[in-house]
């Protein structure tokens, strides 16, 4: 089954220790991005990735960093969380370029106290 | 920050109706519209992509793409309880490799 997965799906952290949100796709997509959506701030792009090794910022980069070692996997990392970056998350996947159909992973939603 | 602007809502219409939701957007260089449902705590479902003008239809949905307006819109026909869930409207930004979100439009089909 065609899909993008992520991990974990609920967490509840501390204010300050770094944290890994996983995202893998098995649809052979070149396009990848991470989303933060947030009540009446709708989705806002965090980062995104046109290819392996090829990462760029989106509109809300601060406080994130992403890694594309391989072209399935896309992880988020937080280095030092802090309460402002509750939210729900979302990976992205598309074929081509960014401006194609993107194919959302779950969610994860995240706690930071 | 190029704009895609959708009413809030909330939209009820009643069960078996046509809903009608509304997009316009501000890039008058996009190529690529998209409608994604989107239920309470779940991610966003592609339901339909529109490229050119005109209407494109699905089963009970039809997207409708009008370039000169900057409009584009979703109708679902016969609409069902399930349809109640939030549509968000998004266009490709042009000479960036980003979609644009709206907000979100939240729909209610009330039995």
């Known amino acids: 089954e065609a899909q993008v997965t992520q991990n974990p799906r609920y967490l509840i952290t501390v204010t300050g220790k770094k944290l890994t949100v996983t995202c893998s796709q098995n649809?052979?997509?070149?396009?990848m991005s991470w989303y933060r959506q947030d009540p009446g701030l709708g989705l806002r792009q965090i980062y995104y990735s046109m290819n392996v090794e090829v990462t760029d910022k989106g509109d809300v980069p601060e406080g994130y960093k992403v890694s594309r070692k391989e072209k399935r996997n896309f992880p988020l990392i937080l280095e030092s969380p802090s309460p402002n970056q509750t939210s729900l998350y979302f990976c992205?996947?598309?074929f081509g370029q960014g401006g194609y159909e993107q194919y959302f992973g779950p969610g994860t939603r995240l706690t930071v106290t | 920050q190029k704009e895609v602007e959708q009413n809030s809502g909330p939209l009820s219409v009643p069960e078996g109706a046509i809903a009608s939701l509304n997009c316009t957007y501000s890039?008058?260089?996009?190529?690529?519209f998209f409608w994604y449902r989107q239920y309470s705590g779940k991610s966003p479902e592609l339901i339909m992509s529109?490229?050119?003008?005109g209407d494109k239809e699905d089963g009970r949905f039809t997207a409708q793409l009008n370039k000169a307006s900057q409009y584009v819109s979703l109708l679902i026909r016969d609409s069902q309880p399930s349809d109640s869930a939030t549509y968000l409207c998004a266009v490709n930004e042009s000479g960036a490799q980003k979609l644009v979100f709206g907000q979100g439009t939240r729909l209610t089909i009330n039995p």
């Open positions: 649809m052979n997509h070149e396009y």
């Open positions: 992205a996947s598309s």
């Open positions: 529109i490229y050119s003008n």
């Open positions: 890039d008058r260089g996009s190529q690529s």
